[in-house]
């Protein structure tokens, strides 16, 4: 039998990992106190700030400010407003009068001339497939943050961080593709130890202390395949059906049943964007006994057939 901690870390690594990215804009700040930049929510899109020299305040509705140093680095998993400054009260420039365009793909640079300390920071927005994005990944907290002794624990991420803050990096063929690549890998290197840090101090993830729903989550990562019903998955975690429902929505933030659903559509979609197995052997592969059941619930979550998906995919192109 497995313990707690063992589902904690397996719940983490299956429904936490950083999804994969479709595109990146990133961007070096040059600023000179005084200076204030008012970002937006951003939409399937995660946020990272890596400060490489000086430091700022990063503030939010409704939070706790924090203050980032060199060599520090801040996640935002779900894009959530932030204003990032030299103090953390004053208020500034909007983003979007500073760097208007910030299309994927694309790189910026931003530049604030004034008399007080020197500060400079990597900054990017790294957009990811919002129909991959778990209700436990959306349920993250606002901001991770690695300080400096942190970021130096990993050296592939400093260095990674490093090489994509500076401003003569080598130019060639495939220079984007490298970069998104690059910011991917930074990603996954930063959530390795944000989400060991999470299964030491589950407080943050409430879901983490909950056993049923925890196991619940476990099980759907894992093993989607098999045929589970709501009934079966609650007698498998030891909860009545009506009890188990309402405290994974309660936990999770969607029905354990569409949490099923979306696990299974995120598998069939990779099957048909990344392999060549048949389309015909997708639906048993991913808990579909009936291929119309299969194709009519791809369609609904998608909104195109699976084979659609397949043709359309940049991966099968």
């Known amino acids: 039998m ?29 600023v000179n106190a005084p200076w204030a930049i008012e970002g937006d929510a951003e939409q ?21 400010a924090l203050e980032l140093r060199t060599g520090d680095l801040a996640l935002f998993p779900t894009g959530t407003a932030h204003r ?17 365009e910030r299309q994927p793909g694309t790189s910026g640079e931003l530049r604030i001339e004034g008399d007080g300390p020197r500060s400079r920071l990597l900054c990017a927005g790294l957009h990811y497939d919002e129909s991959a994005a778990s209700g436990l990944y959306k349920a993250l907290p606002w901001a991770l943050v690695l300080d400096r ?7 592939l ?25 690059a910011f991917e890998m930074a990603l996954v290197l930063a959530m390795r130890p944000l989400l060991r840090e999470l299964a030491d101090n589950p407080s943050s993830l409430p879901v983490l202390r909950h056993p049923g729903i925890s196991k619940a989550m476990v ?35 969607e029905a354990p049943a569409r949490h099923l ?36 619930a791809f369609r609904k979550w998608y909104g195109m057939t699976p084979g659609e998906y397949r043709t359309g995919s940049p991966s099968a192109a």
């Not at 990562?221 to 405290?247: K, N, Q, Y």
């Open 84 to 100: 990032l400054s030299d103090r953390p009260e004053r208020r500034g420039l909007a983003l979007g009068t500073v760097l208007p």
């Open 157 to 181: 991420l400093r260095d990674t961080l490093r090489l994509l803050a500076a401003t003569d990096r080598p130019v060639g063929p495939g220079d984007r593709l490298v970069t998104l690549r």
């Open 219 to 253: 099980i759907i990562a894992t093993r989607f395949a098999e045929p589970w019903t709501i009934d079966s998955l609650a007698r498998e975690v030891g909860m009545s059906r009506s009890a188990f429902t309402a405290a994974f929505r309660e936990l999770v933030g």
């Open 2 to 30: 497995e313990s707690a901690d063992t589902e904690g870390d397996d719940l983490l690594s299956e429904l936490l990992k950083p999804l994969r990215l479709t595109g990146v804009f990133d961007s070096r700040w040059h």
């Open 261 to 296: 659903t979306g696990r299974r559509m995120q598998e069939a979609a990779r099957l048909l964007a990344e392999t060549t197995l048949p389309q015909s052997a997708v639906p048993q592969r991913v808990g579909y006994q009936s291929t119309v059941g299969f194709h009519l």
């Open 149 to 155: 002794t942190q970021v130096d624990q990993e050296p």
């Open 44 to 64: 399937s899109c995660a946020v990272l700030h890596y400060i490489t020299e000086g430091g700022c305040w990063i503030t939010a509705d409704g939070q706790t």
